[in-house]
């Protein structure tokens, strides 16, 4: 809920903190367009050149994007996603297969240990999906579905910075991702996701860890021979 600034501080940094704080709660999705400037103005009970000066510097920071004629829209909700994903654009294939590894192998290891029988199912009710997509020849959802899994398996490990710290790197992922998925992928890389949903379900952290390192070292190893 928005309430009138305090008159201490510089009204436009008390508004920009406020809308700030709309996007990281989720009141304010990705890609939702935010309420006009005459709107915010009637809210907060300022004048339009500060509202313009609050969304002009969140424009700036990368979480909004002005579209004239249009609107403004909501294009990131932190500033350490703007950041990551600025820098990983840059990224070489295979530090960002490093990064990817760094991540996943360690959730993998932490959700064998934290994950709850809700955590498993949601797993194997997201490799249905991703086998779904596969045997649909939709390529699109496929990936979709594979990160999603892959990111679900993080999040079961149960450590909110490191959860968030993947969903940050989604792009570099998904483009990793997207590079080395194939419909007709080898028996044992669907093999080795199955595995390892029952690794973490048997609470076997080196053997969740294994499998996740194996699945990487698949990825990097197509990807390197596709290049080839």
Not at 83 to 108: C, I, N, T
């Amino acid at each position: 809920m928005l309430t009138s600034p305090r008159r201490a501080a510089p009204l436009a940094a008390q508004v920009a903190d406020q809308l700030k704080a709309l996007i990281a709660a989720g009141d304010w999705p990705i890609g939702a367009r935010i309420p006009a400037e005459h709107r915010l103005t009637e809210e907060l009970g300022v004048s339009r050149n500060t509202i313009r000066e609050a969304l002009s510097a969140l424009v700036h920071l990368g979480l909004l994007e002005a579209r004239p004629g249009d609107g403004t829209y909501v294009r990131a909700d932190s500033e350490l996603q703007v950041s990551l994903g600025r820098r990983v654009a840059e990224a070489d294939p295979d530090d960002a297969f490093e990064v990817r590894a760094l991540l996943e192998h360690r959730g993998s290891r932490r959700a064998a240990v934290h994950a709850t029988a809700e955590d498993v199912a949601r797993l194997r009710e997201l490799l249905e999906h991703r086998d779904a997509a596969r045997d649909a020849g939709d390529l699109p959802a496929f990936v979709e579905a594979d990160f999603a899994f892959h990111r679900a398996v993080v999040i079961a490990g149960g450590n909110p910075l490191l959860a968030e710290l993947y969903q940050h790197l989604s792009p570099v992922i998904t483009q990793t991702i997207s590079r080395t998925a194939a419909l007709h992928e080898d028996r044992a890389v669907h093999e080795l996701h199955h595995r390892l949903v029952d690794a973490i379900a048997a609470g076997d952290p080196a053997a969740a860890e294994a499998c996740s390192v194996a699945l990487v070292d698949e990825g990097r190893d197509i990807l390197h021979g596709s290049a080839s």
